[in-house]
């Protein structure tokens, strides 16, 4: 846990993975985010290198089967002298203050998993705030080139800090990769000669899979790696380190960056064993004088790997128990990996042969048995290029190692163990129970049958195998059905008195003194001595609905039907075999009887029930038309079927919510009518409208202004009578049509007069076949 000039940083180890606590973006210290490291994107860069200098590639411990003394009852500290680049200093706020609080943070993460797993904690120089470098273009690194940094840094931390006041040099930068000096820790011409760079040098992606990284290279840490493709090529590969597949997990391998052999995105915040035993070489015994020293108060596990040494069968699962104690009562967790080396081989390579390490490292947990494969895996009936079983004759070692996770020096041990697998036995094989249809019932008698394949002959030489059940498809064995018994390939058993019926049952068939297994491929049934038919029963979503609407269906039966038959009266579809089936549609009123069959191996039964389908209201309309032009019609709904009473929304503007809607124009108008079952249904009515009109009607459309006139006279017709063709003529009191005069889609005319005698006119409108006549005086 930190709190820096840039937020709050925490870092919580748990049972599901590292949790890590960060500010939610860079300079924002208001709110945060937790996330699971597992969780975070591969960010890597495409091409990252790292180098390894000084003419060494292999570690300077090659004595794999060297047992060392536990770590953890020292904590050795070292005086870290860190520097940075400008361009890493810019990334991180371009101040001293906010460039020694990302150091901090990133120092704190490191040195959280070398305290857990070496015992071993780097702390930085009083005057460490003179090597960091604010400005790129006078710094006196070459931010991209982290080879000709190695030379710049070890000078410039000899001449800021001076060489006898620090153990360890190391410079961040921006740059795309990593080199260190191997085994440089405290060694005087080369100790400060370690680089890690990313374009964003922040996170658990750059404090756990490249600091971590590059500095456990300068405490004598090789690649860990056996894969040559990608950044694992180009003579990265460690021939005396090469103990993970692939591209490795642990921080000294290369996750995420050696397709196709990556094992995962990212690497996890530990030591393999490997590197556990050539740094500790180096520490205690290379170097032992140079660090400062604190007793811990911490007493170091112990474990106890078992009794190698055995023949296993081939293509055949096995799993690896340890026995850890701790004099401090401290909880522990166990990390079990192969210990093996040999050529390199990709991931998917087939067939393998010689001694290359098959199955990769997990993180430690808290149990002390590791399944190889994975359970999952051979749960599964699958397979997994990252944990292979071997096919062929070959001697394979592991190795356990177990933490006590103390912090400020933890405490850490292991036990090596070999085994001989042998192509002479194997695949040993459960054959009965083997299928989802095998069928048991409680205190029954049964025969369980397995394929010995010669592993009950030398050199396999196994005598006897216990066989149990499994009663949650395979992950945990609680019912031992016989211990003991020949290793024969048949054995009768009596099945425990299981009360409720279990559908996930499995069978495991495991030796007895030696390591391998094997489980039935498929889930089986176990149910009570007497078995007990279903009682059927289920719930809808609704019993009752109006024609066109849907219904879902639960089954809620009882004593664990297998197979269920619906039979939907009037609905769409009109059966189906499903659980739990849905969107039932139902279209036509009427009561219908929908029915379930639910059945088991002891029987069936079957149950009713009544959904009732309502139909929607029915109407007919009483209209008024509307007056030409005019908002002067109405419609009344006269409802035929449907449960009174009734309401109604009438898509007016305002909305109407009567019977009767009125003022209504001529055109279509909507109503939807709901009654009181909850129904609705939807109308489009359409008003009609007087197409023609009478001369009396038409009158009223028109104004003639002013009158008497002297000058011009004005015709206004309403809206809606200028829409087509037009007749405008002026007659005198003589009978002489002084006007004659067609008019086109206009509304409003003016008539110049001035010209016209005085006396009485008429005007006389032609429209829609009709004539109007309206009186005018024209007065000078």
């Not at 104690?325 to 990709?346: F, H, K, M, R, V």
Request: hydrophobic letters at 30%.
């Amino acid at each position: 846990i930190d709190y820096t000039y840039l937020g709050f940083h925490a870092y919580i180890s748990s049972p599901s993975g590292v949790v890590s606590i960060d500010p939610f973006a860079q300079g924002n210290t208001q709110y945060y985010q937790s996330y699971y490291k597992d969780d975070l994107p591969n960010i890597h860069i495409e091409h990252f290198t790292c180098d390894l200098k000084d003419d060494i590639l292999e570690t300077t411990d090659n004595n794999t089967e060297k047992t060392l003394q536990p770590l953890g009852t020292t904590l050795r500290k070292y005086r870290m002298a860190l520097a940075c680049t400008g361009e890493y200093a810019t990334y991180h706020g371009g101040t001293v203050a906010s460039v020694a609080s990302a150091m901090t943070t990133a120092m704190n993460r490191v040195n959280g998993v070398y305290e857990k797993d070496l015992s071993a904690r780097m702390i930085l120089v009083a005057n460490n705030n003179n090597l960091i470098y604010l400005n790129a273009s006078s710094d006196p690194y070459s931010n991209n080139d982290g080879s000709a940094m190695l030379g710049q840094n070890q000078t410039t931390c000899n001449s800021v800090i001076g060489s006898s006041n620090y153990d360890i040099g190391h410079v961040f930068s921006t740059g795309g990769g990593g080199v260190a000096y191997l085994a440089s820790l405290c060694s005087n011409s080369n100790k400060a000669k370690g680089v890690t760079g990313l374009p964003a040098p922040t996170g658990d992606p750059f404090y756990i899979d490249y600091v971590c990284h590059e500095v456990g290279h300068q405490f004598n840490g090789g690649h860990t790696f056996n894969s040559s493709s990608g950044s694992c090529g180009g003579g990265n590969r460690s021939a005396s380190d090469a103990f993970e597949p692939g591209s490795g997990s642990t921080i000294m391998a290369y996750a995420g960056i050696c397709a196709p052999d990556d094992i995962q995105n990212n690497s996890n915040d530990y030591f393999h064993a490997r590197s556990y035993q050539t740094i500790y070489s180096h520490i205690v015994t290379g170097v032992p004088g140079c660090p400062t020293t604190n007793s811990t108060g911490n007493t170091p596990p112990t474990v106890n790997a078992g009794n190698g040494g055995r023949y296993v069968p081939v293509s055949t699962p096995f799993k690896l128990t340890a026995v850890g104690n701790d004099a401090n009562s401290d909880p522990l967790t166990y990390c079990w990996e192969e210990y093996d080396l040999g050529q390199s081989i990709a991931l998917s390579a087939t067939p393998v042969s010689g001694t290359p390490p098959l199955f990769r490292s997990y993180k430690p947990d808290t149990s002390a048995t590791r399944w190889f494969p994975r359970l999952q895996t051979v749960i599964n009936n699958a397979s997994d290029n990252k944990e292979k079983l071997p096919t062929y004759t070959r001697i394979m070692k592991f190795r356990c190692m177990v933490r006590d996770n103390v912090p400020n020096g933890g405490g850490v041990s292991y036990d090596t163990i070999g085994y001989n697998f042998t192509a002479a036995a194997g695949p040993f094989l459960v054959t009965s129970p083997n299928t989802s249809g095998d069928y048991w019932t409680s205190n029954s008698t049964q025969t369980v049958t397995w394929d010995v394949a010669n592993t009950n002959v030398s050199p396999v030489s196994c005598t006897s195998v216990n066989i149990r059940l499994s009663v949650d498809g395979g992950y945990t064995y609680p019912y031992l059905l016989i211990a003991n018994t020949p290793n024969d390939g048949s054995q009768t058993i009596t099945v425990p008195n299981i009360l409720t019926q279990k559908t996930t049952c499995r069978v495991m068939v495991e030796s007895i003194n030696n390591i391998f297994y094997d489980i039935s491929n498929a889930n089986f049934t176990v149910s009570p001595t007497t078995p007990t038919p279903p009682v059927a029963a289920f719930s809808t979503s609704a019993s009752t609905v109006c024609e066109g609407k849907f219904i879902n269906f639960s089954d809620q039966s009882t004593n664990n039907p297998t197979s269920w038959s619906w039979s939907f009266g009037g609905g769409t579809p009109a059966s189906s075999t499903s659980q739990n089936p849905t969107n039932i549609q139902f279209n036509t009123a009427g009561t219908y009887t929908v029915s379930l069959t639910a059945t088991n191996q002891a029987g069936s039964n079957t149950i009713q029930q009544t959904i009732v389908v309502n139909p929607l209201p029915q109407a007919t309309f009483s209209i008024v038309p509307a007056s030409y032009a005019q908002s002067n019609g109405s419609a009344t709904a006269n409802p035929t079927v449907g449960q009174p009473p009734f309401s109604y929304v009438w898509l007016t503007s305002p909305v109407q919510t009567g019977q009767t809607a009125v003022n209504l124009p001529e055109g279509n108008v909507g109503v939807s009518i709901t009654d009181n079952n909850g129904c609705t249904q939807n109308y489009n009515i359409t008003i009609p409208g007087n197409a023609s009109m009478d001369e009396s009607t038409l009158i009223n459309h028109i104004a003639v202004y002013p009158n008497p006139a002297s000058e011009s006279v004005f015709i206004s017709l309403d809206e809606g009578l200028g829409t087509g063709s037009f007749n405008l003529a002026l007659i005198n009191s003589l009978g002489q049509m002084v006007m004659n005069q067609v008019y086109t889609n206009q509304l409003f005319i003016e008539v110049p007069v001035e010209s016209l005698a005085t006396g009485y006119y008429v005007v006389k409108l032609t429209i829609n076949g009709y004539t109007i006549h309206r009186p005018l005086i024209i007065r000078k």
